[in-house]
């Protein structure tokens, strides 16, 4: 289907030959099952036996999908990617952080990204991890309401305090935040925070976003509930479908309970499009980040968006992509003047390595996404060599 995400020269205008030649070679490796695999095992094991690998990793896969090691190191992304109307939303990588001291050293880093990022308007949102400020097992147990002792009640009361100090801070520097959202196990914890935080700082327009997985079939009577229940605030919403749809369906068989994730990749797709339905219903009080590489998805919006005349670079809508992936939506999207960013993730090269790893994984089982960005690089690397003749 030719839509305005077909057109390949303004999709990689960024990109030298070389990069599209590296992107190239890297998504036939990432196409391979096996070479995932295989690749991700050694890395692994390379890691643990110290053996100089970060390197190699750095001039590859990591250049591709990261932004670089520190914030400073992203600013020449950051700009090339601006001159085509296309922002960036810096995530450090949060990978290492696992007890009390690096949870505080982790809110620290935080508030100094929104020192950095706050009037730069290259630069819209800020983001974090949850379970980069407190235990995962803590807003495990909070999640599912399990009596806390006395220890584990100061322990909550400090990722109150850094999740409040975050949004605070936002709040105060006028810098949009996202919270990403993470397993069921440890969801409804960070809901209810996202919840508190927007009704404390989202009075008169929308700061804090929270995320919505619409991979869980739960997830439109959230909505509908929170919506009808917090008549007197400005939601912020980021909708993805969600990213650990293996880790839940193995969980729920493990203990022979009922799936949260939708039953088929269909089912997910009109739960996502019901959701952006029910956000277009709202859009007086609420504020949307569409999290996604689907292009029908995204269509429906432009369209929702054409139908209700509303500015294509208004602030209640953003479209958010992948730094490495589907460029073909962010640039063109960007050039015809639509919000979009990408997540630009940001570190050393070691904590990284779980990150790609991921990637490579997701691309692998997300069927069709590889062979979609392999075309898209073929067809560009085919139109330069046709130009230069
Ligand atoms: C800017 C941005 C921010 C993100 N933030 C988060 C976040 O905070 N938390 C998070 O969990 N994810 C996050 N993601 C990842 C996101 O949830 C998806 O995993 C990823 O974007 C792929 O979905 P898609 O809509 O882009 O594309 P598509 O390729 O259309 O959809 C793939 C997705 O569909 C779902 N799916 C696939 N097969 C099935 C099936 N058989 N049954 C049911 N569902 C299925 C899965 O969610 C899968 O990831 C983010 C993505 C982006 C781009």
Redesign the pocket.
Known sequence: MNTIFSNTKDAFSIKTDFELLRAHFLFKIIENNFLVKIGSSLINLALKFYIPITPIIKITVFNHFCGGISENDCNSVINKMYNKNVCSVLDFSTEAFKNETEFDKCLKKKLSIIDFITNRTEIPFAVFKPTCLGREGLFEKVSSNQKLDLNEEQEWKRVINRFNEVCNKAFQNNVKILI???EVSVQKAIDDLALKMMIKFNREKAIVYN?I?M?RWDRLDYMNNILNNHVDIIFGF?L??????EKEREIANRLKIESP?????E???IN?NLAVDLVFKNLDRVSLVC????ET?ILKILDLMNEKNIDKNDDKIWF???YGMSDNISFNLGIKGYNVFK?LPFGPVRNLIPYLIRRAE?NTS?K??TGRELQLILNERKRRKLEKI
């Open positions: 990403d959202a993470e995320t997985q991979y980021k993805v479908r969600g990213a650990y749809m994730i939708c039953i088929d990749k089912s997910t797709d996502f999290g996604s590489h689907n998805s958010g992509q992948l997540i997701e997300v069709g996404q």
